[in-house]
T-cell receptor, first 114, second 112 residues
């Protein structure tokens, strides 16, 4: 049963703490992505990776970091430098990063920083 | 610089009627477009896509129209059903980009 898993579904952290969001896919996809959704702002791209051991900044990378050591995993760390970390975070993957490739999304993680 | 815009935050339609969701883009390098549907607290699911070499693509009740000269695309849902009530996102992508750019989304409500 292939798909993308994100854990946990809900996450609470104190201000000033780093937190890592998990994203795993068993679709054998090369490309993976992290988005953030805020009310009225749509999906904004944080980081993306087209291949293992390589990743690029998206539109709002400041305060975030990622790694891509394995094809199936693309964890996102929300650091204390992120000014407004409370949001709904979505991970996605696609066969490759090129034209026409549909992105498949995970169920999301709602992060609340207290 | 918002390259993909969905100017209508919300749309309300009666069951059985047509829903038309609109999307405008500014980046001429986009060569394909996708529509996604999203329920609250869930990830988006893919609906339908269109290549820039086409002006129409149809899949069941869903049809996407692309007007390249106007840099405009629209999603038609006929007939609309209450289960179609969700947020709809359009997205543009290009061969050289390796990523998608999403619009802000439109909340569709279909009343029984």
């Amino acid at each position: 049963d292939g798909g993308i898993t994100q854990s946990p579904k809900y996450l609470f952290r104190k201000e000033g703490q780093n937190v890592t969001l998990s994203c795993e896919q068993n679709l054998n996809h090369d490309a993976m992505y992290w988005y953030r959704q805020d009310p009225g702002q749509g999906l904004r791209l944080i980081y993306y990776s087209q291949i293992v051991n390589d990743f690029q900044k998206g539109d709002i990378a400041e305060g975030y970091s990622v790694s891509r050591e394995k094809k199936e995993s693309f964890p996102l760390t929300v650091t204390s430098a992120q000014k407004n970390p409370t949001a709904f975070y979505l991970c996605a993957s696609s066969i490759a990063g090129g034209s026409g490739n549909e992105q498949f999304f995970g169920p999301g993680t709602r992060l609340t920083v207290l | 610089d918002q390259q993909v815009k969905q100017n209508s935050p919300s749309l309300s339609v009666q069951e059985g009627r047509i829903s038309i969701l609109n999307c405008d883009y500014t980046n001429s390098m986009f060569d394909y477009f996708l529509w996604y549907k999203k329920y609250p607290a869930e990830g988006p699911t893919f609906l339908i896509s269109i290549s820039s070499i086409k002006d129409k693509n149809e899949d069941g009740r869903f049809t996407v129209f692309l007007n390249k000269s106007a840099k405009h695309l629209s999603l038609h849902i006929v007939p609309s059903q209450p289960g179609d009530s969700a947020v709809y996102f359009c997205a543009g992508g290009g061969t050289s980009y390796g990523k998608l750019t999403f619009g802000q989304g439109t909340i569709l409500t279909v009343h029984p």
